[in-house]
């Protein structure tokens, strides 16, 4: 454990921040969940599957938004704004291309996506109801995140925080109003949660603005400055960033085929997944607030060649997180019966989503190392292709084929189909812990130092 009380000092006054805002965002989709919820398990399952456009384009944003991030955290090591800038506004442009691409997507296809990821009519046609107006939000939700990650780089974290206070209270109201036609508005059902969403993630974007623009002391953006170009910085942005984006492709993919494959066994099924997922976001939330933290340590001191106290780092941090481990999953295991009570489910239902907790209450033990440290010290510490390819081999070696051997061929019952979709979880642990200890993930990614 390192003595360096900056390192926790740190740690803590960057992860409450984040963990806050994503415990903010989470009940804004769990606010949401609960009140389509009480619509039956058609209204649950339709939405689950109309966001499934919005889950890859999170994945492309994320991607982009991490490699950008990376390397600003290492310039930031430096205090280099001007290269941070740079970065930031062209990753933007990109971020908002991509957005703009999937709503016309979604305009165009809706059925014919949806249908990728179930056969039920009727989960389609309330899926379709949803994604034809939430699709609208998918450029502001690329403006929104690009900014919070730009000034996250340089350890501006709190208004992230404010900004989803923001949200919380816009989408909850908005939520309530429509779904349930509340002061005089009509009961819309998923629409109306979908609306809610939309005018939440425009009211975020002009916060975003605003603060980016008018606020901000670190940055000191300009509105012409969003069209900064530099080549050199763009193919590093590239160099660095392909391998990031392409491995939040790679999940991207799992995650939808993992959403096809239990799309096709039952609406219970899809319902049970999806009230998994919630509780499983609910208590990883905190682990993604300190492996964020932590990247931005990473990057900062990675990028200031500090590579000795990088290790004392990276010894510290494999313990904190593997006691985050035994005691999430345990958590999980312990409040699942309390966390289903709060839905309006049949009986087979009720099962089968205790079924899928308990098999996520095991993967959490594994997640809790794995992930946040594969992240926030080896991507985050420049070796930003290791991770590709780590999640390439287990998702289309070990998750992919074993899940679909389990339905279609011994057609096992849901829960082992989910255990062998969460199976990498616990296996990439071993890799974790030989890469890590390594210690040839430490690449200075700046421009004006010599990279280690």
């Known amino acids: 454990m390192t003595r360096d009380k900056s390192f926790y000092r740190t740690l803590i006054m960057l992860a409450i921040p984040i963990t806050l805002q994503n415990a903010i ?69 990109i971020c908002v291309a991509v957005g ?43 403006i929104s995140q690009m900014a919070i990650s730009a000034l996250r780089s340089v350890e501006s ?83 660095y960033g392909t391998p990031v984006l392409a491995g939040q492709i790679v999940w991207a993919i799992n995650q939808l085929s993992q959403s096809a494959i239990i799309g096709h066994m039952s609406t219970e099924a899809v319902a049970s997944v999806s009230i998994a997922g919630m509780l499983n976001s609910m208590l990883y939330m905190i682990v993604i607030g300190l492996s964020a933290a932590l990247g931005v340590i990473t990057g900062k001191t990675v990028g200031a060649g500090e590579y000795e106290k990088m290790k004392e780092y990276s010894y510290t941090s494999q313990i904190i997180f593997a006691l985050l481990g035994v005691i999430m999953g345990t958590a999980v295991f312990l409040l699942k019966d309390l966390f289903i009570s ?42 930003t292709g290791f991770v590709f ?18 339905q279609f061929v011994f057609d096992a019952p849901p829960w082992v189909v989910y255990a062998c979709l969460q199976s990498d979880q616990i296996l990439k642990c071993f890799v974790a812990v030989v890469k890590i200890n390594s210690f040839n993930w430490m690449k200075n990614l700046t421009r004006t130092q010599e990279n280690a």
């Not at 989470?26 to 969940?33: I, K």
Request: hydrophobic content about 55%; overall charge positive; glycine content about 8%.
């Open 342 to 383: 709060f839905y309006n489910l049949a009986d087979q239902t009720k099962v089968v989503a205790e079924q899928f907790m308990i098999v996520l209450a095991v993967a959490m033990v594994g997640r809790c190392y794995q992930a946040p440290l594969l992240a926030g010290l080896v991507k985050a510490g420049g070796d």
């Open 157 to 239: 974290v709190r208004i992230g925080l404010i900004n989803s206070i923001v949200a919380l209270i816009t989408n909850i109201t908005l939520n309530y109003v429509l779904i349930f036609g509340k002061l005089g508005f009509p009961a819309l059902g998923v629409r109306g949660a979908a609306i809610a969403t939309l005018i939440s993630r425009i009211v975020e974007t002009a916060v975003m603005v605003i603060y980016i623009f008018r606020i901000d002391t670190k940055l000191r953006f300009k509105p012409r400055e969003i069209f900064l170009y530099d080549s050199s910085l763009i193919r590093d942005l590239f160099r």
């Open 25 to 93: 965002t989470f009940a804004v989709g769990f606010a949401d969940n609960l009140m389509v919820g009480t619509l039956g398990e058609l209204a649950i399952a339709g939405v689950y599957v109309g966001n499934q456009l919005q889950t890859f384009l999170q994945f492309a944003v994320s991607g982009l938004s991490s490699a950008a991030m990376i390397i600003s955290a290492h310039y930031w090591g430096r205090r280099d704004t001007v290269s941070i800038k740079k970065v930031s506004a062209m990753t933007t442009l």
């Open 100 to 142: 703009a691409l999937s709503a016309v997507i979604a305009l165009l296809i809706p059925r014919q996506l949806l249908g990728l990821f179930t056969d039920d009519v009727l989960v389609i046609e309330e899926g379709v109801s949803y994604l034809e107006i939430v699709c609208i939000s998918y450029v502001f939700f690329c």
């Open 389 to 406: 390819k780590n999640d390439t081999i287990f998702v289309f070696g070990v998750v992919l084929p074993s899940a679909l051997i389990a």
